[in-house]
């Protein structure tokens, strides 16, 4: 979907300020949500691309207020609730209804490090590619009112597959429970000049990486 979260190649943002020696968490409450988006997780009643998208469905104000972690708070509250884990009043109360049913929670301790070495979600499909190696592409000009990881900066505009990495899960299609879609994965060169214009550098180049459903041959 078209959003604030979408923000590669926008201006008027500041610049990037390099934390030397960025500690993984700044304070401990980052490290428990951490933790919570994993054990909820790890019910499987929504994927990752599915968490994605609920971060790109706070609204823009807020957004762009909130932390990294306090999007993800914010995500996490709205699928406990909308995947039926936590009901409204609960979260509302802070405590679980009486008599509301207990089960075993699926993550352990002795899981978790397993849980988090787990790769992208690749697949060993057999899907033939659509294009190759070398091949001149566009990045289909799409604006899907869904989850897409197709930047805005980069639709319409020409480049090369520089890339197969193989057969992934289609994040736009997996974020809506409307199937995985496996298809292949490409990393896309793209000139500088042709996604920033004239005054960037004929040096420069960014790649991205794009599934087949994101392209067309140019």
Same mark, same amino acid.
Not at 37 to 52: E, F, K, S, V, Y
């Given at each position: 979907?078209?959003?604030?979260?979408?923000? *590669?190649?926008?201006?008027?943002? *500041?610049? +990037?300020?390099?934390?030397?020696?960025?500690?993984?968490? %700044?304070?401990?409450?980052?490290?428990?949500?951490?933790?919570?988006?994993?054990?909820?997780?790890?019910?499987?009643?929504?994927?990752?691309? &599915? *968490?994605?998208?609920?971060?790109?469905? +706070?609204?823009?104000?807020?957004?762009?207020?909130?932390?990294?972690?306090?999007?993800? $708070? &914010?995500?996490?509250?709205?699928?406990?609730?909308?995947? *039926?884990?936590?009901?409204?009043?609960?979260?509302?109360?802070?405590?679980?209804?009486?008599?509301? !049913?207990? &089960?075993? !929670?699926?993550?352990? &301790?002795?899981?978790?490090?397993?849980?988090?070495?787990?790769?992208? !979600?690749?697949?060993?499909?057999?899907?033939?590619?659509?294009?190759?190696?070398?091949?001149?592409?566009?990045?289909?000009?799409?604006?899907? +009112?869904? %989850?897409?990881?197709?930047?805005?900066?980069?639709?319409?505009?020409?480049?090369? +597959?520089?890339?197969? %990495?193989?057969?992934?899960?289609?994040?736009?299609?997996?974020?809506?429970?409307?199937?995985?879609?496996?298809?292949?994965?490409?990393?896309?060169?793209?000139?500088?000049?042709? $996604?920033?214009?004239?005054?960037?550098? !004929?040096?420069?180049?960014?790649?991205?990486?794009?599934?087949?459903?994101?392209?067309?041959?140019?």
């Amino acid at each position: 979907m078209n959003g604030v979260h979408d923000m *590669g190649g926008m201006h008027g943002m *500041g610049p +990037i300020r390099r934390e030397r020696d960025e500690p993984v968490f %700044h304070a401990p409450w980052e490290a428990r949500v951490f933790a919570l988006r994993q054990a909820a997780g790890a019910w499987r009643r929504w994927n990752i691309d &599915a *968490g994605r998208y609920e971060i790109e469905r +706070i609204p823009a104000a807020d957004y762009l207020r909130l932390s990294y972690y306090e999007r993800w $708070l &914010a995500s996490l509250v709205a699928l406990l609730v909308k995947r *039926g884990l936590v009901a409204p009043a609960e979260m509302e109360r802070g405590h679980p209804a009486p008599g509301s !049913p207990k &089960a075993t !929670p699926p993550l352990t &301790a002795d899981t978790v490090r397993q849980k988090l070495s787990r790769r992208a !979600p690749r697949r060993d499909t057999p899907v033939a590619p659509r294009f190759a190696v070398g091949e001149r592409v566009r990045a289909r000009n799409i604006h899907p +009112i869904g %989850h897409t990881r197709l930047p805005r900066y980069a639709r319409g505009k020409l480049g090369t +597959i520089a890339r197969d %990495h193989g057969v992934y899960v289609f994040p736009d299609t997996n974020a809506q429970f409307l199937g995985e879609n496996p298809q292949h994965v490409y990393s896309v060169r793209f000139c500088a000049r042709e $996604l920033w214009g004239e005054l960037a550098s !004929p040096r420069d180049a960014v790649y991205i990486d794009m599934w087949d459903d994101y392209l067309e041959r140019a």
